[in-house]
């Protein structure tokens, strides 16, 4: 079954907080884990994405952190901003024999609050 | 901007009436998605195309949905005797093959039937 859980539902902190935003999956043939960023009516857009072969991938504020063996992963945003507020998704993929097609978590609603 | 395009951007129909809508990808990319997604909830997966070839169908994807590619660039998806149930936000995206990854969305055509 490919489902992807994905926690809280919505999240407020405070500016210059870290955020976290945790996923677990069931499926372990993914091999493709991204997290998209959407804001009010506009598409998702990728934020940072990582393969299982890594434990953790930093791209400038976001890191994901990624634990194989428990197949789950999260997303911290470092020194989080009000413009930061948005909607979060995790997805996972199969990009080798699965046309890359994602399956999304239910999203993390954020604030962050001045 | 060269993104991946969708139109219109919004559609509002009555019951058991036809739509379409209408996605241009980015220009070199040849994989072409349709996702769905309800207020509060992550985009589910529809169908994929592989250039004009349609490679996968959700379950979600009813008999009165229709999507195709011709010549494989820009993509239509039909709704033909539109429900309540079918008001969303369709999301087209977009993505190379090779490499594999990064999907690219557009801001998505948002239906409502009344």
């Known amino acids: 079954q490919q489902q992807v859980k994905q926690s809280p539902q919505s999240l407020i902190v405070q500016k210059g907080g870290i955020p976290i935003i945790n996923c677990a999956y069931e499926?372990?043939?993914?091999?493709?884990f991204p997290w998209y960023q959407q804001f009010p009516g506009k598409g998702p857009a990728l934020l940072i994405a990582i393969r299982p072969d890594v434990s953790e991938k930093k791209e400038g504020r976001f890191t994901i952190s990624f634990n194989k063996s428990a197949k789950q992963f999260s997303l911290h945003i470092m020194d989080s901003q009000p413009g930061d507020s948005a909607t979060y998704f995790c997805?996972?993929?199969?990009?080798?024999?699965?046309?890359?097609?994602?399956?999304f978590g239910t999203g993390t609603q954020l604030k962050v609050e001045l | 901007d060269t993104g991946v395009s969708q139109n219109p951007r919004h559609k509002i129909t009555k019951r058991g009436q036809n739509v379409t809508f209408r996605c241009d990808p980015i220009?070199?990319?040849?994989?072409l998605y349709w996702y769905r997604q309800t207020l509060g909830q992550g985009p589910e997966f529809l169908t994929y195309?592989?250039?004009?070839?349609?490679?996968?169908k959700s379950r979600l994807l009813s008999d009165r949905f229709s999507a195709e590619r011709p010549k494989g660039s820009f993509s239509t998806l039909e709704i033909q005797r539109t429900e309540q149930g079918d008001s969303a936000m369709y999301l087209c995206a977009s993505s190379l093959t090779s490499p594999a990854g990064e999907l690219f969305f557009g801001e998505g055509s948002r239906l409502t039937v009344l």
């Open positions: 499926n372990t043939a993914f091999d493709y």
């Open positions: 220009s070199e990319h040849n994989r």
């Open positions: 997805a996972a993929s199969m990009v080798k024999g699965g046309g890359n097609k994602l399956t």
């Open positions: 195309f592989q250039n004009e070839a349609q490679l996968e």
